[in-house]
Every structure is written in C-alpha cells, then in structure tokens.
C-alpha cells in the first residue's frame, strides 16, 4: 500500500504561483493513478487534475490551462504547479491515488489519502 504526504502550500496573494508535491512511499507511483483534489471550505471535495501510470492527464475544466499535474518517478513524487493563482482556488488541497490505472474524477475511487495541505489566495 502506498502512503502519501503533500507539502507546499500556504498563503499568496492572487496571481501568484505555488508547487505542491505530493511524496509517495511504499510502493512506486508510476504504477497508481495520482491525482490531487481541492476542498474549500463548506464545499464538496473535487478534483483538480490526476494522471494516469501511462502519463495520460485530466484536468478539471477550472484549472485546466491554469495548472500543471507532472510526475517524477526517479523521485516518486507527484507535483502540482499552480499559476495566476485566484482567490477561489483556496481550499485543502489532497493528494490521491489509485491501483486501477484509470483516470478517474470521483473521491470515492480512490483507495490512498494524504493529510492535505492548505493553500490560501488572498484578494
């Protein structure tokens, strides 16, 4: 089973950028589907991109041109870059994953959470 524990967030002002990583342990990530969802405050948890063992992406229509989903398997991680950042990208920010090798957008699939990071976009 594979463990997951996010970093990089925080605290920047609209049209700012940060990188989350995502660092996975016992077992490679290139064999999961990763991905990374976003849950603010009162709302539902949704999903901002994931990309599959192939190097396949999806990315929610909201972020999509926005944000970078990327894997590094040499270092098992998984990144999220995060550009022209808007207030209401601010949420908890997860990372996922997945045995199936599918790429799928519903929380309820995947099998592994981290502990979410927060990321917080003032005005």
């Known amino acids: 089973q594979v463990q997951l524990v996010e970093s990089g967030g925080g605290l920047v002002q609209a049209g700012g950028s940060l990188r989350l990583s995502c660092a996975a342990s016992g077992r490679t990530c290139s064999s999961y589907t990763m991905a990374w969802f976003r849950q603010a405050s009162g709302k539902e948890r949704g999903l901002v991109a994931t990309?599959?063992?192939?190097?396949?992406?999806y990315y929610a229509s909201s972020v999509k041109g926005q944000f970078t989903i990327s894997s590094d398997n040499a270092e098992n991680m998984v990144h999220l870059q995060m550009n022209s950042l808007k207030p209401e990208d601010t949420g908890v920010y997860y990372c996922?994953?997945?045995?199936?090798?599918?790429?799928?957008?519903?929380?309820?699939?995947?099998?592994?959470w981290g502990q979410g990071t927060q990321v917080t976009v003032s005005s």
């Open positions: 996922a994953a997945d045995n199936r090798g599918l790429l799928i957008t519903s929380p309820r699939s995947y099998i592994v």
């Open positions: 990309v599959g063992p192939g190097g396949a992406d």
